[in-house]
């Protein structure tokens, strides 16, 4: 069902018999907005744009400059399976937003993403990301309600405890109906995790894969009367959930991989390194965008496989930045590990590549990897190791992203001001907020 152009979006409409079309696009927190327009309006959705109100998005607009409109992608044109219905469908297409002048709007994340990697390609490079998704599935309670009971006793790769087989094929099988191209699914580490694999593509088309991943898994797991989550850590104990990034840049003249040298002992280019060098420098920087949530640091911990050090490895999964083990020299790319799935994919992934550019642009040189299990080091060796840490709460993200002029100016003025703001104020009524383990704690003695 693909589509280029805005002929062809009208063709397969006609052809499926579509009566609506979802006009999606993201807020600066990464939540899927959108505007349902009847068949009858889409060509002039093409051709001039859909109006809306931008005051009522978080991190948009204010009242007084509250008109833009959205342009929708014809590429991301899809007949969405669960909403058909016999001569009545409902398709959708990913919106770019702009202004009136018809200018893109400077709060919309894909732009953010789009003007990263446009950067990228004046230095010649295009930019390849993977990113692995893991969620929960868990049941609701009596009254309807999300509860944190999971939905089996599964463990990593499980099968025979493993009662959400069915649900993941239904949940690869929506994912291929609207064109994301699954590569493995299967159970993850802790009971009711799990997670499903898709292709390896550019940035945005990369983003717009993990937006429409996260809506979909969510429809599918309501129809099994489940609910799919995304929080990082919704569980105390066990192991949270992250979206362990994978990333390459190629040669957009040969095509060829820049991060690919065979003679090197991990396999990397130069340009491979100075990139893993500038993502450990500004890590700390862009960690409240990959790492958004006051419970994204409860899953930064030691102990459970989430990165905590900044450093890179090879084999070594308590490294920030793992180069996996690949059969084909082409194949070679970096994995970033502190990203979680509640972040902003569009942000998260033009934040990286900034970081990574910085490191060639400067010619910096990592550290040397570290092979040894970082959790087992004590403060005084980490110390002299000279090994930093990512920060440990969500307030301290933020101060450390105010530190960070590059990832600032790659959200630009207008996203970073209203990010910090939203969520300074979610510091701010967690921080207020009095828990029950402060209450089952403090209660009794005092």
């Known amino acids: 069902m693909a589509a280029t152009t805005a002929q062809d979006v009208l063709r397969l409409v006609r052809e499926h018999m579509v009566k609506f079309i979802h006009l999606q696009f993201t807020d600066i927190v990464g939540i899927v907005k959108g505007i349902t327009i009847p068949v009858h309006e889409l060509e002039v959705a093409l051709d001039k744009g859909v109006w809306f109100d931008g005051s009522s998005i978080q991190g948009f607009a204010r009242i007084a400059e509250s008109d833009m409109y959205l342009m929708p992608d014809p590429s991301t044109f899809q007949v969405i399976p669960w909403e058909a219905k016999e001569g009545a469908g409902t398709a959708r297409m990913i919106c770019d937003v702009y202004t009136p002048d018809g200018r893109p709007f400077p709060g919309d994340p894909r732009g953010i993403l789009k003007r990263a990697v446009k950067k990228a390609a004046e230095m010649g490079f295009g930019f390849n990301t993977g990113p692995e998704l893991e969620f929960f599935l868990f049941h609701y309670d009596a009254a309807g309600q999300p509860t944190v009971k999971p939905h089996d006793q599964g463990g990593y790769f499980d099968y025979s405890t493993d009662l959400a087989v069915n649900v993941r094929k239904d949940m690869v099988a929506a994912l291929e109906a609207l064109g994301i191209r699954p590569e493995a699914s ?108 006051v419970n994204s640091y409860k899953r930064l911990v030691p102990g459970y496989e989430a990165p905590v050090y900044l450093s890179w490895a090879r084999i070594n999964r308590s490294a920030l930045i793992r180069v996996p083990r690949v059969n084909q020299i082409e194949a070679t790319r970096l994995e970033l590990r502190c990203p979680d799935p509640s972040c902003n994919p569009y942000l998260a992934f033009a934040v990286m590549l900034a970081a990574g550019l910085d490191g060639i642009e400067k010619g910096m040189t990592p550290p040397d990897a570290l092979e040894e299990n970082l959790f087992e080091l004590d403060e005084e060796r980490r110390i002299q190791r000279q090994v930093k840490t990512l920060p440990g709460s969500l307030r301290e993200a933020l101060d450390c992203l105010s530190e960070d002029k590059l990832i600032q100016e790659t959200l630009g003025p207008h996203v970073y001001e209203r990010f910090v703001s939203a969520k300074r104020q979610e510091w701010d009524e967690y921080r207020i907020r009095v828990t029950e383990w402060e209450v089952d704690r403090y209660l009794p003695t005092y």
């Open 186 to 293: 299967h159970h993850e580490v802790a009971i009711g995790q799990h997670e499903i694999d898709f292709r390896y593509a550019d940035a945005v088309t990369t983003a717009d894969n993990a937006i429409t991943f996260k809506y979909v898994l969510k429809a599918v797991a309501r129809f099994h009367n489940l609910y799919a989550t995304f929080m990082p850590k919704p569980v105390f104990g066990i192991n949270g959930s992250g979206m362990h990034t994978h990333q390459s840049l190629v040669d957009l003249k040969t095509g060829k991989n820049v991060f690919a040298d065979p003679n090197d002992e991990f396999g990397l280019s130069t340009i491979a390194k100075q990139y893993i060098a500038g993502q450990l420098a500004h890590a700390r920087g862009f960690c409240a965008i990959v790492a958004p949530l």
